[in-house]
């Protein structure tokens, strides 16, 4: 809305996959070279923890085809190609109604970026943390997708990373009412999405807003804007629906 302060803001999008059919995956830590391994028959994926304690994503490499992908030097926004028989999904939060603003609302773990953050990656790691009780160390960030700018005059950047799965959560009472996962292929259904038109806040062409029903979550607005954005980055990569 024109006049009001810009205010700056940061959610963690977090990929995981659900363990497949043949079972989870089984975990080895390497200790002299400070190596994670996650690995069942169909894909091993590598992870090494820094001498700052955290966890940067190394390699994936799908046994049955032998294809393998690692993250860009850059650390750019980083897509992910998984061709094992589980589901990637993406980690979404219910705010409880104790909240200030946006009650009872499905969104990513996230906040405003505080003075002592020393990045928007350092923002989102520091809000999930606080939320969902996910230390930062347990964290592969793999990149950021673009910012976006909300009518409520917040620009959110969003920070993409891998945890591991299953996990259990320690959900703040008074900001998190639940937790859940969407599999990215359900999200990429076009008979999933449905979208309404609002009038725009200043004159011009009517707005669209984007929703997903999935079971009893209403996913809508910036978060659902958000999960557009990512589908489009993994969607050719993953061979989801068009």
């Not at 999405?193 to 079971?215: D, I, M, Q, T, W």
């Amino acid at each position: 809305m024109p006049g009001l302060p810009l205010r700056l803001a940061a959610v963690a999008v977090f990929l995981l996959l659900a363990p497949p059919a043949e079972g989870q995956f089984q975990v080895r830590y390497n200790s002299s070279q400070r190596l994670w391994t996650m690995q069942n028959s169909a894909a091993r994926v590598e992870f090494q923890m820094t001498a700052a304690g955290q966890f940067e994503f190394r390699r994936f490499r799908n046994l049955q085809s032998g294809d393998e992908w690692t993250p860009p030097a850059d650390r750019a926004v980083s897509p992910i190609r998984f061709q094992a028989d589980g589901e990637w999904h993406v980690l979404l939060t219910r705010r409880t109604h104790t909240v200030d603003s946006h009650k009872g609302q499905v969104a990513f773990p996230g906040g405003r970026v505080e003075a002592g953050d020393a990045s928007r990656v350092d923002t989102a790691l520091r809000e999930t943390e606080e939320e969902i009780g996910l230390a930062r160390r347990h964290v592969a960030v793999i990149g950021q997708l673009d910012e976006l700018l909300t009518v409520t005059q917040y620009r959110i950047t969003p920070v993409v990373g891998v945890i591991p799965w299953p996990w259990e959560f320690r959900l703040s009472a008074g900001e998190i009412a639940s937790v859940f996962g969407v599999p990215l292929r359900w999200l990429a259904d076009p008979a999933n999405l449905h979208v309404r038109y609002r009038e725009p806040l200043v004159p011009g062409p009517k707005v669209a807003v984007y929703y997903f029903y999935y079971g009893e979550h209403t996913i809508w607005g910036a978060t659902a804007r958000m999960l557009l954005n990512l589908l489009e980055i993994v969607r050719p990569l993953l061979a989801l629906p068009l």
